[in-house]
């Protein structure tokens, strides 16, 4: 049976980015996260959330994080631990789509946090960044055989690729918005109708 796939733009994505103390998903610690909101294909600054998070004892921050973004521990101490952000990004998708660049790091880390935790993974559709850059090369490839741009799954090279300005990176909060620029560019240039168009 086939079921009816809602307008692109008819689910509420909430973009997210989350920054981390390395990228050993069973070791390090989640220490930052952002996440922006975006209706009927605008994004929503004004409902934006962001939040640094006190890393779990024995989960140290590496030195090669904090050259990317520039969090040391001392400015996560009076932050919220991991479970109470994890209620607070629950509760934001819970009825939306999860919209990250990469779901290979932000989702495996969410999941793992969950587990950690003993709260359930809620299960939200996802769409990544990374699949549509994929996509929309796949199709460029087809539609200009000739051509020779290879597509870049890095978040920044990936705007320059779609014509957007450069943004500071490693900020959680600026590369959801980020992201959430590069999907609104990627859906116009793969014509997505459909959310199953996106995924």
């Avoid at 009927?40 to 640094?52: N, Q």
């Avoid at 989702?107 to 359930?120: D, P, Q, S, T, Y």
């Amino acid at each position: 049976m086939w079921f009816r796939s809602p307008a692109w733009d008819e689910p509420v994505y909430w973009a997210l980015d989350i920054e981390t103390g390395g990228l050993d998903v069973r070791n390090d610690p989640i220490i930052a996260v952002g996440m922006v909101p975006m209706r009927r294909g605008v994004i929503r600054l004004g409902e934006a959330y962001s939040t640094l998070i006190r890393p779990e004892p024995g989960r140290p921050i590496r030195p090669d994080s904090v050259r990317a973004h520039q969090l040391l521990a001392g400015d996560l101490r009076e932050a919220p631990p991991l479970p109470r952000v994890l209620k607070e990004i629950d509760q934001r998708i819970a009825d939306g789509v999860l919209l990250v660049h990469n779901r290979g790091i932000d989702v495996a880390f969410l999941k793992r946090g969950h587990e950690r935790f003993g709260m359930r993974w809620p299960k939200p559709a996802v769409v990544d960044t990374v699949d549509l850059i994929a996509k929309e090369a796949r199709r460029r490839r087809f539609t200009r055989p000739d051509g020779d741009a290879q597509p870049s799954f890095n978040l920044a090279e990936a705007r320059r690729q779609q014509g957007l300005p450069d943004y500071q990176a490693h900020d959680a909060l600026i590369d959801a918005v980020a992201t959430a620029e590069l999907f609104l560019a990627l859906r116009k240039a793969l014509g997505a109708r459909t959310l199953r168009d996106l995924r």
